[in-house]
């Protein structure tokens, strides 16, 4: 069974700072992967896929992720961090033998400090 | 761009109240969802249907049932709600396996039941 793990719950960082976000997940074969951001109270947003070819994938509002299947690792990136990317970030993991389900990380919430 | 519409933003249902949540998806999808969302337990999947009339229970379907009598529109209805159903719920929709994997979220309905 696919599943995926998002080691950090909080996120602290100065606004203009780098920030990585990491997602670990466990499949055998060559996943689907997604990250999507959450702004409180609304729905989730897709920030860049993963589906195959270049490694590095870059997304909407400035982040990129790395697909590394060495480390089973699809970490999210920013140079440099808007006080409006404070929100919670969710990885998740699909496969073609499971038609469209996904399934998601526990989230790492985003604090951004002036 | 994709459209994923839900019915209330916020809702307070009694104890023992018949709940119905609904969704509405403007893209044609074949494949729509529902989630409920607690912190730290990111998103689990209810049910899905992947056609009109078809659906299948997620990881966590006790207390739910859907409908999907018209493939736009996918119902999640709670029998006999109960205060352990306090949550955010979260509906998507994602086109068929080969056309695109990612999934589509509505803003989501904040669930009280009292």
């Known amino acids: 069974a696919q599943s995926v793990t998002q080691p950090d719950i909080h996120i602290t960082v100065s606004e203009g700072a780098s920030l990585e976000l990491r997602c670990n997940y466990s499949?055998?074969?060559?996943?689907?992967l997604f990250w999507y951001v959450q702004s409180p109270g609304q729905g989730l947003q897709l920030l860049l896929k993963?589906?195959?070819?270049?490694?590095l994938v870059q997304g909407i509002k400035g982040f990129e992720a790395e697909f590394k299947r060495s480390q089973s690792s699809f970490n999210l990136r920013k140079p440099s961090v808007h006080w409006s990317d404070a929100a919670e970030y969710f990885c998740?993991?699909?496969?073609?033998?499971?038609?469209?389900?996904?399934?998601f990380g526990a989230g790492t919430i985003l604090r951004v400090k002036s | 761009d994709v459209k994923v519409t839900q019915s209330s933003r916020y809702l307070v249902k009694r104890t023992g109240e018949k709940v119905f949540l609904e969704c509405v998806q403007d893209?044609?999808?074949?494949?729509m969802f529902w989630y409920r969302q607690d912190p730290g337990l990111g998103l689990r999947l209810i049910y899905f249907?992947?056609?009109?009339?078809?659906?299948e229970k997620g990881d966590i379907p006790e207390g739910y049932s859907v409908s999907r009598e018209k493939k736009e529109r996918f119902s999640l209805i709670l029998e006999s709600a109960s205060t352990n159903q306090t949550s955010m719920y979260l509906c998507?929709?994602?086109?068929?396996?080969?056309?695109?994997?990612?999934?589509?979220f509505g803003p989501g309905t904040r669930l009280t039941v009292t």
């Open positions: 499949y055998g074969a060559t996943p689907y």
């Open positions: 998740a993991v699909g496969a073609m033998e499971y038609g469209n389900k996904l399934v």
């Open positions: 993963y589906f195959s070819g270049d490694t």
């Open positions: 998507a929709s994602s086109p068929r396996p080969g056309q695109g994997y990612e999934q589509y």
């Open positions: 249907s992947y056609d009109v009339k078809m659906k």
């Open positions: 893209m044609d999808h074949e494949n």
